[in-house]
T-cell receptor
Framework: GIQVEQSPPDLILQEGANSTLRCNFS?????LQWFHQNPWGQLINLFY???GTKQNGRLSATTVATERYSLLYISSSQTTDSGVYFC????????????FGQGTRLTINP | NAGVTQTPKFRVLKTGQSMTLLCAQD?????MYWYRQDPGMGLRLIHY???????AKGEVPDGYNVSRLKKQNFLLGLESAAPSQTSVYFC?????????FGPGTRLTVL
């Protein structure tokens, strides 16, 4: 089945710093989602981004489907950005069920 | 519009006991899913449904059963709980593409 790898596994930054999180996947996909799991365990949808670039405030994401990766950018980090960031892709082309990466744990210190 | 809700939020079981987790969505989504999340890991798909009256196995289905008698509800059952089923359980729903997650149920099996 499709493999999803996220890097780095852990990232510790000071408030105000910028960061780039990467998601690599082993096969062609027709959609990709980024989630933020906050310290209370809640999964928050960030982006649904099969290809191209999207922006939402301080966050943006780019997916290059032909090269099988996606990047999540966080600018001017705030302590509330702390948590685990997951990317997820369909298990097989056209399927609805998702396969998740292991996540990147982001810690923003004040 | 409550989105995806899960009942209960927390539960402690003894080995061998049974229980049912309830997921409800008010977005008229066709697809529903049950995932489990273990410490330090991403989510893994247990079972899913592509419509009322249908169910299918995911990545880790053993020890669980599901039912989708109504479009808005998806039930996850544990017939004889085992300590290995201690986990956080997430329900999700989608129409096509983007999945939306409930708040999770934290289950401990002693």
């Amino acid at each position: 089945g499709i493999q999803v790898e996220q890097s780095p596994p852990d990232l510790i930054l000071q408030e105000g710093a910028n960061s780039t999180l990467r998601c690599n996947f082993s096969d062609s996909v027709n959609n990709l989602q980024w989630f933020h799991q906050n310290p209370w365990g809640q999964l928050i949808n960030l982006f649904y981004i099969p290809s191209g670039t999207k922006q939402n405030g301080r966050l943006s994401a780019t997916t290059v489907a032909t090269e099988r990766y996606s990047l999540l950018y966080i600018s001017s980090s705030q302590t509330t950005d702390s948590g685990v960031y997951f990317c997820a892709v369909p298990a097989i082309q056209g399927a609805q069920k998702l396969v998740f990466g292991q996540g990147t744990r982001l810690t923003i210190n004040p | 519009n409550a989105g995806v809700t899960q009942t209960p939020k927390f539960r402690v079981l003894k080995t061998g006991q049974s229980m049912t987790l309830l997921c409800a969505q008010d977005m008229n989504h066709e697809y529903m899913y049950w995932y489990r999340q273990d410490p330090g890991m991403g989510l893994r798909l247990i079972h899913y449904s592509v419509g009322e009256g249908t169910t299918a196995k995911g990545e880790v289905p053993d020890g669980y059963n599901v039912s989708r008698l109504k479009k808005q509800n998806f039930l996850l059952g544990l017939e004889s709980a085992a300590p290995s089923q201690t986990s956080v359980y997430f329900c999700a729903s989608s129409w096509w593409g983007e999945q939306f997650f409930g708040p999770g149920t934290r289950l401990t099996v002693l």
